[in-house]
């Protein structure tokens, strides 16, 4: 729920299991958690399972001097007023309960400090580069581009708000092969279009909208050799205006052309070569990669000169310490997945540790219409884009759509599902439960924050329950910067929606008594403010009117 009283908690266990004598065979961090189900306490301890094992004595039996001494230690450390009682339930869980004036005050502190109440400084200003999507300027954004989009963009958002300092960054690959393919493929479609008969391969980009850049090349009489260029810039300008349209922005576009004239790809060659991780073999140049647990050695240059993709990469990454980034964090495709190892290889090489790389692999997703999936195909061109997913659905419900699974696991996207205007909708329900504490509070003719405020008469299951839901959410960011997966808080504003929903179904607001009506209005603009928080942080419009 809130650090403070989690500290205070795992200081109070701690301190027992010194009085007991166990804090020395207990070598593990306290496992302070939240129970699954709310009837079991606030907060629950399984030290006395993992104890049982070490003392060779009944997991209860062990909970039962633990709890114990806890009731001695609170009363001692006069937290009688924040816990109320501590008890084993089940197997031999340590369960605490809490007062309901420890949840009346950190109510009333939402209310009088906002979203800043909701925050946690975990980050310390620690600088950080997230570079995300980093598609290739050869066709419009896919579905797998957009999901990564919006993981990267929301994950950027809860770093931020954890204070961390962060720069968003797109890594733009506007030079090789690709490029060249691209510009040929814009030449033949214009051949094509003034008449000539062409055998088109089928490893060129096939998707219509190489003739739209053909007429446009021919239009402005731009030269064969400078098609594949034309084409990249062409293509760039409308991934830069879908992603604008997706809410995503980028603090910086970083070009690997710009990088091979910098140098800087060269002097990362010789810093490695002086660290004596760069041999040559069969007229090839290798990277050592081998000396930090990678499979095997790998090719950076090849025997005609050539350099692999490893090479900018190498240096691309190095660059980034270079300005000051303490952490890095990568999002990637599936099919990238092999090669995080030899990059991580290469930040070591360079004396940085392992764990300054975070590297996300995004799953695919698959676009469901009419309970079908959407058949794609990326050879013949024919794949749901980002635009199409944008103008179906809008984007609300297309970034909450793609956060609602973990990262690491497979999404199917139900079009007809996002589109729905009823509880259906997990982006609508949420957004609904928003709209509805607005509407109550534009009708109620008293302001619950002025002057004296009594939570006090706030008993009802529904009324502490929504509280304790609300004071979960820095639960929620914590573990969503520990997973590196933001997809948590989706899960979270559903979960407080529906908190609300059974508060608001069951018990009225306006036209109670004044002291009741002012704390339940005090409660549902509690609710509202960190409703509005995770949904700013998800990058979805706060509607007050549905």
Known sequence: MQNDIQEKLTALVSRC???LGWLEEYKENIPLDLPTDNRFGDFTVNIALKLSKILKRSPQLIAAELVDCLEKEIIKSKLSDLISKVKVEGAGFVNFYLNAGYFHAKLKEIISCGKEALKLDLGKGKKVLIEFVSANPTGCLSVAHARQAAVGDCFANILEFLNFDVRREYYLNDE??????????VELRLKELKGEKIEFPENYYQGDYIYDIARQADIRRIKAADLGDFAADYILKIIKK???DFGVHFDSWYSQKELAKSGKIQQAFDRLKDKGFLYEQDGALWFKSTAFGDDKDRVIVKSDGSQTYLAPDIAYHQDKFNQGFSWLINLWGPDHHGYINRIRASIEAFGHKSDELSVIIVQLATIFRNGQPVQMSTRSGQYITLREVLDEVGRDAARFFFLMRRTSSHLDFDLEVAKKQSAENPVYYVQYAHARICSILRSSPVAPDKGDLDLSVLKEKEELGLIKKMLEFKVVLNICLVTNDPYMVTVYLQELSTSFHKFYDLHRVLGQEDSVT??????????????????ELLGITLLEKM
Do not use: D, F, P, Y
């Not at 002012?518 to 603009?525: H, W, Y």
């Open 17 to 19: 299991l010194e009085h």
């Open 242 to 244: 879908e992603l604008i």
């Open 518 to 535: 002012r704390a339940r209005l005090a409660l549902i603009k509690g609710a509202k403010i960190v409703l509005a928080t995770g949904l």
């Open 176 to 185: 090789g092969n690709q490029i060249n393919i691209l510009g040929l493929s």
